[in-house]
């Protein structure tokens, strides 16, 4: 990719599915899977490229995409009615979407156009919402459209982390015959290693955050609150056309808490600032850790943060294909004590990023349990495609807390930034 600003660009649900195909048959296969059922905001999104707001925002509301690795159709969405209008306009390309419900618009009536009038996206509409015989409900129409298709008596391979106990056991009823699998963790495993068009939007929303990001320390002035160096960079993220997911400032000893809430509390000169940042674009997730110091450091301050920067760097250089998450764990946790702080404690040290801040896998010892998006998925060695945050935040309460967080991506040789901001302190 060049260097330079990153252009926007407003028909992304236009784009090529952001599905890894061949990764998707390889996962798929291997567990005797005929068919995926994603369930998920996430998942329905992978599989299909198709945002479905309600989806996303209103708690209950069922959306589905499925998809078969050995089929040359596109994938299959179903969606309430009312959310139909995102597929009308940018419709997925060789996907097919089936409706649930009642649409929720007028027409003929009032100030509704009659349908002889309608054309381009308002006339899919209403094809689709009033010409077609909708299904009462999202299970029913999943299933009938996995048994029309061949599926009735298939292993299916249906992503749990998006439905209740009771959803799936409905599901199961609804078809008999087939052996259902769970599939959370196979499309997590597939998600891991990203297609190039994915490579593009992680860029694209690493780059924003960059931007917005030097916005907020340019505005790091004695006497600036935390709230208003917040609403700075949450500002600056939405004047790209790109949406905040967490914006976390901290100033001087509150720097020692990780999540906090912006405050009124005033910059100081000698006080450590925090910044762990993120934004959406294009679905896309961008998160970012930077520390300055506010005048000249400390020695200790500057102890600390060169102690973690070693610490990051070491783990970056670690990472290319073929090693181990937990090998890379241990070269920057020995690395931060080797460097001056020798009580330095992580449970990780990175994690996968993707249409998840906390995408697979994790960089985190080995034997983890962790529960960081769904779990580590166990320590396979890293592949090529892959995306990582790279990070060793340090915390102590009541002094000072620091972090240094950057996004790269593995190539055949090791990593490459996707991150562009100087990691000076000062």
């Given at each position: 990719?060049?260097?330079?600003?990153?252009?926007?660009?407003?028909?992304?649900?236009?784009?090529?599915?952001?599905?890894?195909?061949?990764?998707?048959?390889?996962?798929?296969?291997?567990?005797?899977?005929?068919?995926?059922?994603?369930?998920?905001?996430?998942?329905?999104?992978?599989?299909?490229?198709?945002?479905?707001?309600?989806?996303?925002?209103?708690?209950?509301?069922?959306?589905?995409?499925?998809?078969?690795?050995?089929?040359?159709?596109?994938?299959v969405v179903v969606a309430p009615a009312m959310e139909l209008d995102a597929w009308a306009e940018e419709p997925v390309p060789g996907g097919e979407i089936l409706l649930y419900g009642k649409p929720s618009r007028t027409v003929g009536r009032v100030v509704g156009a009659p349908p002889e009038q309608l054309a381009g996206d308002d006339l899919f509409i209403h094809e689709h919402a009033f010409e077609r015989e909708s299904a009462a409900n999202a299970i029913d129409a999943l299933a009938d459209a996995l048994k029309e298709?061949?599926?009735?008596?298939?292993?299916?391979?249906?992503?749990?982390?998006?439905?209740?106990?009771?959803?799936?056991?409905?599901?199961?009823?609804?078809?008999?015959?087939?052996?259902?699998?769970?599939?959370?963790?196979?499309?997590?495993?597939?998600?891991?290693?990203?297609?190039?068009?994915?490579?593009?939007?992680?860029?694209?929303?690493?780059?924003?955050?960059?931007?917005?990001?030097?916005?907020?320390?340019?505005?790091?002035?004695?006497?600036?609150?935390?709230?208003?160096?917040?609403?700075?960079?949450?500002?600056?993220?939405?004047?790209?056309?790109?949406?905040?997911?967490?914006?976390?400032?901290?100033?001087?000893?509150?720097?020692?808490?990780?999540?906090?809430?912006?405050?009124?509390?005033?910059?100081?000169?000698?006080?450590?600032?925090?910044?762990?940042?993120?934004?959406?674009?294009?679905?896309?997730?961008?998160?970012?850790?930077?520390?300055?110091?506010?005048?000249?450091?400390?020695?200790?301050?500057?102890?600390?943060?060169?102690?973690?920067?070693?610490?990051?760097?070491?783990?970056?250089?670690?990472?290319?294909?073929?090693?181990?998450?937990?090998?890379?764990?241990?070269?920057?946790?020995?690395?931060?004590?080797?460097?001056?702080?020798?009580?330095?404690?992580?449970?990780?040290?990175?994690?996968?990023?993707?249409?998840?801040?906390?995408?697979?896998?994790?960089?985190?010892?080995?034997?983890?349990?962790?529960?960081?998006?769904?779990?580590?998925?166990?320590?396979?060695?890293?592949?090529?495609?892959?995306?990582?945050?790279?990070?060793?935040?340090?915390?102590?309460?009541?002094?000072?807390?620091?972090?240094?967080?950057?996004?790269?991506?593995?190539?055949?040789?090791?990593?490459?930034?996707?991150?562009?901001?100087?990691?000076?302190?000062?």
């Amino acid at each position: 990719m060049t260097a330079g600003p990153f252009v926007l660009d407003y028909t992304w649900q236009a784009a090529p599915i952001l599905l890894n195909h061949d990764r998707a048959r390889d996962v798929l296969g291997e567990a005797g899977a005929d068919v995926v059922v994603a369930t998920s905001p996430v998942n329905v999104a992978y599989l299909s490229g198709y945002y479905c707001l309600a989806h996303w925002t209103i708690l209950g509301t069922l959306a589905f995409a499925f998809h078969a690795p050995s089929a040359a159709a596109g994938p299959v969405v179903v969606a309430p009615a009312m959310e139909l209008d995102a597929w009308a306009e940018e419709p997925v390309p060789g996907g097919e979407i089936l409706l649930y419900g009642k649409p929720s618009r007028t027409v003929g009536r009032v100030v509704g156009a009659p349908p002889e009038q309608l054309a381009g996206d308002d006339l899919f509409i209403h094809e689709h919402a009033f010409e077609r015989e909708s299904a009462a409900n999202a299970i029913d129409a999943l299933a009938d459209a996995l048994k029309e298709r061949g599926y009735a008596r298939a292993t299916i391979a249906l992503d749990e982390s998006g439905i209740t106990y009771a959803v799936r056991q409905a599901i199961a009823d609804r078809l008999p015959e087939a052996r259902l699998i769970d599939g959370a963790a196979l499309l997590r495993r597939v998600r891991m290693v990203k297609t190039p068009v994915e490579v593009e939007r992680l860029q694209g929303a690493t780059r924003i955050a960059g931007r917005a990001l030097r916005s907020a320390i340019d505005a790091l002035v004695p006497g600036v609150t935390e709230r208003e160096v917040w609403q700075r960079y949450n500002s600056a993220i939405a004047a790209e056309g790109a949406l905040t997911t967490f914006t976390v400032v901290n100033f001087g000893r509150r720097t020692g808490h990780t999540h906090t809430i912006p405050s009124d509390y005033r910059l100081r000169t000698g006080d450590v600032v925090k910044f762990d940042v993120g934004c959406s674009y294009q679905m896309y997730q961008a998160d970012i850790g930077r520390t300055r110091v506010i005048g000249d450091p400390t020695d200790e301050q500057a102890a600390v943060y060169h102690a973690l920067l070693v610490g990051q760097q070491a783990a970056i250089g670690a990472l290319r294909p073929g090693v181990r998450p937990s090998e890379v764990f241990n070269v920057a946790v020995e690395a931060v004590r080797e460097s001056g702080l020798p009580g330095y404690q992580r449970h990780h040290v990175g994690h996968g990023i993707g249409l998840d801040v906390y995408d697979m896998p994790v960089l985190q010892p080995a034997g983890s349990s962790s529960e960081l998006g769904g779990g580590g998925l166990g320590d396979e060695p890293i592949e090529e495609g892959m995306v990582f945050c790279v990070e060793t935040p340090y915390y102590a309460l009541g002094t000072l807390g620091m972090i240094v967080e950057d996004t790269v991506v593995i190539t055949a040789t090791g990593a490459r930034y996707l991150t562009d901001l100087p990691r000076t302190l000062v």
